[in-house]
Every structure is written in structure tokens, then in C-alpha cells.
């Protein structure tokens, strides 16, 4: 199996804190792919800072996430990904992305909702800013948890290097995850954000519930949903936007989505 896994963030730092949980997460026979967003912000704070990044995550899996892309495979001659972790708490793009290839792309958001869901009723989510609750708000609005979310914590500190934010505010995390279970009834609790990726391990005992990790959330339950081999979206709101002319866009998103257009015409009988 070959995963894609996206930073859409520019920080290289997080992208390294992504690529080191993801292969303690993966399975043996899976292979990661592990790419930084070409353009953006040092790190995804708000609604319009994920809508930027939606695009550059767009062109990611347009250049890798199908047959013919520019570096299909990440080798000479090599085939299309077999699923793609959106790696920002968030999901920007999605569930957008979806409609642009035929493997599964699954955000770290979405699968850190559904494995908290599956170990607990009510979850906290603790995250790295006040700014960013608002923008994750809305994210577990959108996936249907609203109802089983306990509370969204956050550092309110000026942050010193977003690839030191476990570093410097271990602590700070540790003590708002324990208020989250003790003061707001969390049976579960999500260390959200890349900048997070790993913490979950050096964490686990110290607090009273279980702690999902993004980062392993999205590369497990990728795994999952491709070794189940459900098919494509050939139709639904989930299918390959329909042909229309179109401008501007880069040589590999107009080839993707082309190839998307294409596989999703209906058959002749």
C-alpha cells in the first residue's frame, strides 16, 4: 500500500514531526510518501489561511495521486497513490478533495472525530491557539460530531516556533487535557494539529482517558478504508465534478481532473 501524506503548512519542521509519527503509525507493508504544501502559511490559524491552503494540497495530489501524474508513484514509471492523508488538523480542502481522485483522501479531523467517536460518547479537542477554535468548530460541525463534543482547549500564548510547540508547552497541553476530562466530561481527548504529531505517546498514562494522535488516526484509518476496497465515487455528491470549460489551472490538476471526468462519464450499454 502507498499513502500520500500532505503537510499543508510550509513549516518543514512539522513536516518532519508528521513524516516520524506517520511511519511509527503505518503498517509494514505500507509505504509514505511525505510532502510539504508548495505555498501558504507557517501554519493554518484560520478559515482563509485553510482556504489557501486547500489549493496547494489540490496540486499535491493532482502531481502524485494518479496515474500519469508528474512523480506518480514517486518513482520512473510509477502508479498512482493508493490513498491520501490531508495532515493539518482542519482538513483544508475537505471533503472537496475527495471529488478529484478515485482513491480515498481522508483528513487527519475525520479521522481523529471517528476514532475518538469509537472509544468514548463526549471528546475534547486541545489545540495550539485560541484563533483556531472557531475554524475547528466548524470542522467537527461539518462531520456531525457537534452533539458529542465536550469542549475545544487551547494554549493562549504567543507560540515561539511552531516546531517547538510540544517543547515548550508540554505542561500547558498535559494540564488542559486533565481540565478537559475533569472539568468539561471528556471520555476522550484529541491532541489536534501536526505541530502535536507524536505527543499522544509521551502523553499516554498521564491522563485518565484515551488520546487520539491526528497524525496516526489518519494514517491508520487510511489504511483501513483502502484495505476495504469499497470502490469509487462514480456518482453522488462525491463524483468527479462535471466537464465544463475551465482556466488557469496548473498542467497536473487539469490532467487529474481530466482523468477524474473521465472515469466517472457513465458507461454505454
Given at each position: 500500500?502507498?499513502?500520500?501524506v ?10 518532519a ?16 510518501i ?12 484560520t478559515r ?7 489549493g496547494?494540497?489540490a ?43 478515485d ?9 481523529a ?23 475547528y ?11 458529542r ?13 511552531i ?5 515548550d ?11 478537559a ?8 481527548v ?8 507524536g ?5 499516554e ?42 482556466r ?5 490538476l487539469?490532467?487529474?481532473l481530466?482523468?477524474?471526468q ?7 450499454v
Open positions: 500500500m502507498k499513502l500520500l500532505i503537510n499543508p503548512n510550509i513549516s518543514d519542521d512539522v513536516t514531526l508528521i513524516e516520524a509519527e506517520a511511519q511509527r503509525s503505518a503498517g509494514p507493508d505500507t509505504k509514505l511525505v510532502r510539504t504544501a508548495g505555498h501558504g502559511f507557517e501554519y493554518i490559524e482563509f489561511e485553510a482556504l489557501i491552503a486547500a496547494a494540497v496540486e499535491l495530489i493532482a502531481e502524485y495521486g494518479h496515474d500519469g501524474g508528474t512523480h506518480a508513484g514517486d518513482e520512473p514509471g510509477g502508479t498512482a497513490v493508493d490513498g491520501v492523508v490531508v495532515a493539518a488538523f482542519g482538513d483544508p480542502g475537505m471533503p472537496a478533495l475527495k471529488e478529484l481522485v482513491v480515498p483522501v481522508i483528513g487527519i479531523t475525520e479521522a472525530l471517528c476514532a475518538a467517536a469509537l472509544q468514548g460518547h463526549r471528546f475534547s479537542i486541545i489545540a495550539i491557539s485560541d484563533r483556531i477554535q472557531a475554524w468548530l466548524d470542522c467537527v460541525e461539518r462531520f456531525g460530531f457537534g452533539g463534543l465536550a469542549s475545544i482547549r487551547s494554549i493562549n500564548q504567543s507560540l515561539n516556533s516546531g517547538s510547540v510540544q517543547a508547552f508540554k505542561e500547558t497541553l498535559l494540564a488542559l487535557s486533565r481540565q476530562v475533569d472539568e468539561d466530561g471528556a471520555d476522550v484529541i491532541l489536534a494539529g501536526a505541530p502535536l504529531a505527543l499522544a505517546r509521551e502523553l498514562g498521564h491522563i485518565p482517558v484515551p488520546v487520539v494522535d491526528g497524525i496516526s488516526a489518519g494514517i491508520r484509518m487510511t489504511e483501513a478504508v483502502v484495505a476495504l476496497r469499497s470502490g469509487a465515487h462514480r456518482s453522488g455528491s462525491f463524483a468527479a465534478p462535471p466537464v465544463k470549460a475551465r488557469g489551472l496548473s498542467q497536473d487539469d490532467a487529474a481530466a482523468t477524474a473521465s472515469a466517472h462519464r457513465p458507461a454505454t
